[in-house]
């Protein structure tokens, strides 16, 4: 094993948990290994595919992955191939006679592939020692990224009963990994080996900072929101340094990736929407270090090793704790100082949701419960190292220096400010409303709302009715969230009614002070509106907009056994078409568009008229 590390890959010693999982591969035990990005995975079956007598069959979820792979191995002179849709007809057939020759030691496809008639027929030519599946999680409904295609592995596994297995992930919860074990029946016909190592990885900051609020700051004639605004100052700070930064939509990463380079950085996009050519020469740009910084979507990164990415930033929240642990595992690969910079505000949730309500009802519930942890682990002010750890069933161990752990650590006195008065504010009217209603409703009450269901139950004529316009609706929520966060207020899982802690009661009646990490957006009470808007004549292309509006608009009033005026009015159509909102500020500007509405159906809006904005071009 020594030699071939040190000939192959050049290395005097294994990493942490690397010998412990080849022994047990070439003593034929079924294996499941759960090691961090950057840990070394690769090598656990590279090197046993040289001392098995037979063809090692990896299963990787990505063309990217799997040719990345292959030109790594190709450069050390290891025998390996893949076969998926990429290749022209003659290469696939060129690649099947090399495995039948026995000329190659690792096999990489793709789990669609895996369980096609041709492959199995190829495999069972020859001699498969062992099987691996990389990114074992997606086998798992409760992994972070669930594919089908991957529960099927385990029909395939059964025709090679020969072949050791080994499953491979980054990220997994106990739930995760007993359903990779069950599901792949591992060591029910042999022994079985688990290894675990530590989530923890002590040279990544983790950093949280509240993206809430506006800026009136502009670049290059561009206006810039808060987030906009603190990637500035971030990839400032460190300008010679490379890093990663993930953005929710296409869209955004393209606006982030025009205005980093209108400020002078090395920058380059990358998401589905490029051409694969374009995708590939940007990500080896990157990997190569001609370019210092990329901003993606999630596809981006999967299979990089580069070692010396010194910071990833999310400039929007991720949908799990697992993505989240996943993406920033691709900085500080060396070992060295890095950062993982989250930009968070509550608004986040809503661009997640809208795409959770599209999925069946059972992973509807599965993914709303990892969007859960993952707004947890932004609003808790106590350190996020070990709350993260903790939701993979580790305890921290050593407690690291404040400004080397977590922000909430860092800051745990420096940005605590007095929020009595806030609190009290809101506390009040949770008592008042008899704890029996959610925040929106609860902070509607406070900013003074005319809306029919207040008035209503008569919360009009409560003394805390209207008293709460010094700060806006986003802030208050914050507010909200950090004293969920911190014990005084407690929210019901059904309907998530808030209600008082005893904490909150003490400290309510008792008039004690409060300290959160709150900083206010500058924003006040309900958004003003301009109603002045012209009337703009409907181009022919419009039409085509203004068609699709209606039919969402149906589609909405039908869901909820309501007549279409109630979503919005013609006149609100009207200025969707002609002004075309794509944020939840501009959409505050359109005619019959309040708060409620665009918390309801604002993504909806947007995701439309993004849709024609992509099919326009």
């Not at 390996?80 to 696939?92: G, K, Q, R, V």
């Not at 072949?163 to 042999?190: F, H, K, Y």
């Not at 900051?205 to 004639?221: A, E, P, Q």
């Not at 998401?271 to 694969?276: I, K, R, V």
């Amino acid at each position: 094993m020594k030699k071939i590390l040190k000939q192959y890959y050049g290395y005097s010693e294994f990493r942490p948990g690397q010998k412990e999982i080849i022994d047990s591969i070439l003593a034929g035990k079924d294996t499941l290994a759960i090691m961090p990005t950057g840990g070394g995975k690769s090598l656990c079956y590279q090197i046993p595919s040289l001392m098995f007598s037979g063809l090692t069959v990896v299963v990787s979820p990505l063309i990217a992955l799997m040719e990345d792979q292959v030109k790594g191995l190709d450069s050390v002179g290891i025998p390996s191939l893949f076969l998926n849709s990429s290749l022209e007809w003659e290469d696939y057939l060129y690649n099947m006679n090399l495995i039948r020759r026995g000329e190659i030691k690792l096999l990489y496809v793709a789990p669609e592939t895996l369980v096609t008639e041709r492959i199995q027929s190829l495999l069972s030519e020859v001699e498969v020692s062992c099987l691996t599946i990389d990114e074992a999680h997606c086998i798992s409904e409760w992994g972070h990224d669930f594919r089908p295609e991957y529960r099927r592995i385990a029909e395939v596994k059964a025709l090679f009963p020969k072949a050791v297995c080994l499953a491979l992930t980054a990220t997994a919860t106990e739930t995760v990994r007993n359903d990779i074990v069950t599901t792949l029946q591992l060591g029910q016909s042999r022994k079985f080996f688990q290894y675990i190592a530590s989530f923890d990885r002590p040279n990544i900051f983790l950093d949280v900072i509240s993206k809430s609020g506006t800026t009136n700051k502009t670049s290059h004639g561009i206006k810039l929101s808060r987030a906009d605004e603190l990637t500035l100052d971030f990839v400032k700070s460190h300008s010679k340094e490379s890093g990663i930064i993930y953005c929710f939509s296409r869209k955004k990463v393209d606006e982030l990736a025009n205005l980093l380079k209108l400020s002078g950085f090395s920058v380059l996009p990358y998401h589905a929407g490029l051409s694969d050519s374009i995708r590939s020469q940007n990500q080896t740009a990157f990997v190569q270090d001609d370019v210092k910084i990329i901003v993606a979507t999630l596809a981006f990164g999967m299979g990089i090793n580069k070692p010396n990415v010194r910071y990833v930033i999310h400039y929007d929240l991720p949908k799990s704790i697992e993505q989240y642990y996943q993406e920033i595992g691709r900085a500080g690969r060396d070992g060295l100082p890095a950062t993982a910079l989250l930009l968070y505000s509550y608004g986040d949730t809503k661009k997640i949701s809208f795409f959770i309500e599209e999925k069946p009802p059972k992973e509807q519930v599965i993914a709303e419960e990892q969007l859960k942890k993952m707004v947890q682990y932004a609003e808790i002010s106590t350190c996020k190292r070990e709350f993260l750890l903790d939701h993979f069933g580790e305890k921290l161990s050593q407690h690291q220096s404040p400004e080397n752990c977590c922000s909430s650590c860092q800051n745990k006195d420096s940005l605590s400010v007095d929020v009595t008065i806030p609190c009290q504010k809101l506390m009040s009217a949770i008592v008042r409303t008899n704890q029996r209603f959610g925040a929106h409703y609860v902070i509607d009450v406070l900013l003074g709302s005319k809306q029919q269901k207040i008035l209503n139950n008569n919360h009009q004529n409560l003394s805390v009715y209207g008293i709460g316009t010094e700060y806006s609706k986003n802030d208050w929520l914050n507010i909200t969230a950090l004293l969920i966060a911190a014990g005084y207020l407690i929210k019901s899982e059904d309907y998530n009614v808030l209600s008082l802690t005893e904490k909150g009661k003490v400290d309510l009646y008792e008039r004690n002070k409060i300290f959160l990490p709150f900083i206010p957006s500058g924003k006040t009470g309900y958004p003003t509106k301009e109603k002045s808007k012209e009337k703009v004549q409907i181009s022919e292309k419009d039409l085509t907009l203004q068609e699709n509006l209606r039919k969402l608009r149906k589609k909405l009033a039908e869901e909820q056994n309501v007549p279409p005026y109630i979503i919005f009015g013609d006149k609100t159509l009207e200025q969707l078409v002609n002004f075309k909102p794509l944020s939840d500020f501009e959409l505050e500007e359109i005619y019959g568009l309040g708060e409620r509405k665009i918390e309801k159906y604002g993504e909806f809006i947007i995701h439309t008229i993004e849709e024609f904005l992509k099919k326009s071009k």
